[in-house]
């Protein structure tokens, strides 16, 4: 059995608005292993990065409830001081968008030297030194030294990207949190990219919780995927099963969004409507159900459960047992005619 | 051939020259493109030298010393500016007054502008149940009648100094820029290098003074500058109303006070002239410096 590095138990994160809070990460259930990547998967504004804030505890005003589990010690809402002494040490961040997750104001080698700074105040200068090219070559920035004195602004998307990996990595962490770490990035970059995190976790044994819209990124990275839909879990599974068979109708939809070179389509499919706001969300029944009202409502679960289908295989609701596609029923209807 | 090669070198070197220009030499650009702020950068580095080192030789006590027999003596050999109704020498006491003048403004901008900032970055950084309460503390800084304490002041603290005075200056003066970087603060901590860093486990307090501070050091340069100038008019006008230095402590206002009687208004120039000359050029001179800081801060407005 493999070792369990983070498992996050029944949680909440509510945002205020007004003076109502809302849930936006609504009783989610995981846990990532070690040497192990869980991707995170779902639309914008489902609750991905937010699930991911909380985690790192970079929430300001918001309500946090249940326990995230990191090698067995809770660390919702411990203090600051003792939070600060995990982050950058035992928990790295990679950030979406590199042209703003790096202090335009401080060369690259202090922002990298900060995070060694921080973790090990017994480290020379010299040395320290040493390690940021270290980590510098390691991320493959080439002409490490000189790239050590320039500032953000000098360097290209793609190089930043990596310093902002190189940062997160520093202390070699065994939790690295993936936001998106390529969707501001071109697709050759993003391989590289991806490529780098993928060796890194293997060099560290460390567990990656990667964050991303994007299926392709998933069957390429993970080795379990999470989908997630207006903050809640819908479906678990391994990568395989989940690509092979995908139960849960927004997953299904999410498959089916993805455009095929092979096929000629005229239309692309699209999921109908939209995600709704954290305010108008449903908070009974099946959240997806508003967007395939072809379903009848009787399929729903009035309390929608994760259903443990096979041995790591979960499914929310029970709708997924009687879905299926609009133009799959008009074609059978066609069928029945003629 | 080898022609080509030593120009193909020559493009190498240029490139490695090429680095992004720092502050110093924006600030230096944009000034010499902005004439008049170079003109008025160095008539302030000269005045400043100028009052500052003469004042080192002049005696204050001497100059303020009243001698009847020299009673409003106009410009000559032995006065350059002629002399008071003290018989006080008029181009001593503006000296003097200058440097008095410039150092309470001084001292006003760089208390004003470590109270504000500090406040200000707090603020702005903790937000929520914190920016609120340290806002209505502001607020009620901001409603009170600034002359009027003032003049209060004056009435009860026996011995009056460049120092008390500034700090009765600084104590309602600090909310403008204080209010400034809080916004300004509001806005820098939601940016993503914010939250990096505290993925880094950089405390709260490295996280303000670290990285938040630098990155709006650009606002406080320019609005303390331009704080410098006003607060150098809002001295001569205490001053002037009679709320701010005795006679003793000349100080451009005291000298512009002068006016206030109708024969020196009229008849003797050589009093208050120098002085308001000195208040207007010092004043149009700092703004000046500091509009040109304010483009060279911002790249659309830059003209270097």
């Not at chain 1, 005229?266 to 706001?277: A, D, M, R, T």
């Not at chain 2, 006003?108 to 503390?137: E, Q």
Request: hydrophobic share 45%.
């Amino acid at each position: 059995m493999a070792e369990k590095l983070l498992e996050i138990k029944n949680l909440n994160t509510s945002f205020r608005i007004r003076d109502d809070y809302y849930a936006a990460v609504d009783d989610v259930s995981l846990t990532v292993n070690k040497n192990e990547v869980l991707a995170i998967v779902g639309e914008s504004g489902c609750g991905k990065s937010a699930l991911a804030f909380s985690i790192m505890g970079l929430h300001n005003r918001t309500k946090m409830e249940g326990e995230i589990l990191f090698k067995g010690e809770n660390i919702v809402n411990i203090s600051p001081s003792k939070l600060n002494k995990l982050r950058g040490k035992s928990m790295g961040m990679i950030f979406q968008d590199p042209l703003t997750a790096l202090n335009p104001l401080m060369i690259i080698g202090d922002q990298i030297g900060e995070a060694l700074l921080l973790h090990n105040k017994e480290l020379s200068k010299t040395k320290r030194k040493e390690k940021v090219i270290d980590l510098l070559n390691k991320v493959g920035i080439p002409r490490a030294e000189h790239v050590y004195e320039q500032f953000p602004h000098e360097l290209s998307g793609g190089m930043r990207q990596r310093v902002v990996i190189a940062t997160a990595i520093a202390n070699e962490p065994e939790l690295l949190i993936a936001d998106e770490p390529t969707t501001a990035l071109d697709v050759t970059i993003q391989s590289q990219i991806l490529d780098l995190i993928k060796d890194l976790k293997e060099d560290m044994n460390s567990g990656v919780v990667l964050i991303t819209h994007d299926l392709g990124v998933v069957a390429e990275m993970a080795d379990r995927v999470a989908v997630m839909y207006a903050g809640q879990l819908v479906e678990i599974a391994d990568v395989h099963t989940l690509f092979e068979e995908p139960l849960h109708p927004y997953t299904k939809s999410l498959f089916n969004s993805v455009p095929n070179a092979n096929e000629e389509q005229e239309k692309l499919h699209v999921i109908q409507g939209i995600v709704p706001s954290l305010q108008n969300l449903p908070r009974t029944g099946c959240r997806f159900a508003a967007r395939i009202p072809w379903i009848d409502a009787s399929q729903h679960e009035e309390h929608p459960e994760l259903h443990e289908v096979k041995p790591g295989h979960f499914v929310r609701c029970s709708c997924y047992k009687h879905f299926h596609f609009p133009e799959e029923s008009k074609e059978e209807q066609h069928h029945g005619i003629s | 051939m080898a022609a080509n090669s030593a120009s193909v070198e020559n493009v190498d070197v240029k490139k490695k020259e090429i680095k992004s220009p720092s502050g110093l030499s924006v600030i230096g650009r944009e000034l010499i493109k902005d004439k008049i702020a170079l003109i008025s950068l160095i008539f302030l580095i000269l005045v400043v030298a100028f009052v500052y080192g003469i004042s080192f030789v002049l005696d204050q006590e001497e100059i303020v010393k009243v001698d009847l027999f020299s009673i409003y003596e106009p410009p000559g050999e032995e006065f350059i500016l002629g002399t008071d109704y003290g018989g006080r020498d008029v181009f001593g006491q503006l000296i003097i007054g200058t440097r008095n003048s410039l150092s309470i403004a001084f001292l006003v901008t760089i208390m004003t502008g470590l109270i504000g900032v500090v406040y200000g970055l707090l603020s702005g950084y903790f937000g929520g149940h914190v920016d609120n309460i340290m806002m209505r503390i502001l607020d009620f800084f901001l409603i009170l009648p600034f002359t009027m304490i003032v003049i209060a002041f004056v009435a009860i603290v026996p011995k009056y100094s460049i120092w008390t005075f500034s700090l009765i200056m600084t104590a309602f003066l600090w909310m403008g820029i204080a209010r400034l970087i809080r916004s300004k603060a509001l806005q820098e901590k939601e940016l993503d290098y914010i939250h990096a860093a505290k993925t880094l486990g950089t405390s709260n307090l490295k996280i303000v003074f670290k990285h938040i501070l630098p990155n709006v050091s650009s606002l406080i340069i320019v609005t303390m500058t331009l704080n410098l100038a006003s607060n150098i008019g809002l001295e001569s006008g205490l001053s002037f109303l009679g709320f701010g230095f005795p006679e003793s402590t000349p100080s451009l206002g005291t000298l512009l006070s002068y006016a206030r009687n109708p024969q020196t208004l009229e008849f003797r120039w050589w009093i208050w002239v120098p002085a308001s000359l000195m208040i207007l050029f010092l004043m149009l001179a700092v703004n000046n410096v500091g509009v040109a800081l304010r483009r060279a801060s911002d790249a659309r407005q830059r003209r270097g």
